[in-house]
């Protein structure tokens, strides 16, 4: 039933920027607060930005603090992530993920119960 599609993934070199999107089915999506995970080999699954059903609740991981913008479009069923100024240590698959239930900072991986196929973004030095 659920379905989480990502795009958007590439290969860009390192200051520059992407725009991932996910798309949702199949969920009220609107009364689901979403997430972004970062996949890397050799690191778990690291949260990188979470927001609230309304949008009005956001947390970010500590490595993307001021360089990545969460957002959604409930009337779309979308949540995007603006990567700005990327790093090589960025790289990694990027997931998109609806949240089951847990406390704040709501960054936890499984604390989240729907994941989408994941894309690939690779920055260079």
């Known amino acids: 039933q659920v379905q989480l599609v990502e795009s958007g993934g590439g290969s860009v070199q390192a200051g520059g920027s992407l725009r991932l999107s996910c798309a949702a089915s199949g969920f009220t999506f609107s009364k689901s607060r979403m997430a972004w995970f970062r996949q890397t080999p050799g690191w778990e699954r690291e949260g990188i930005a979470t927001i609230s059903n309304s949008g009005a609740t956001i947390t970010y991981g500590d490595s993307v603090l001021g360089r990545f913008t969460i957002s959604r479009d409930n009337a779309k069923n979308t949540i995007t992530l603006q990567m700005n100024s990327l790093k090589p240590e960025d790289t990694g698959v990027y997931y998109c993920?609806?949240?089951?239930?847990?406390?704040?900072?709501?960054?936890?991986?499984?604390?989240?119960?729907?994941w989408g196929q994941g894309t690939q973004v690779t920055v260079s030095p």
């Open positions: 993920a609806k949240f089951r239930g847990g406390i704040y900072p709501y960054l936890r991986s499984d604390d989240y119960e729907d």
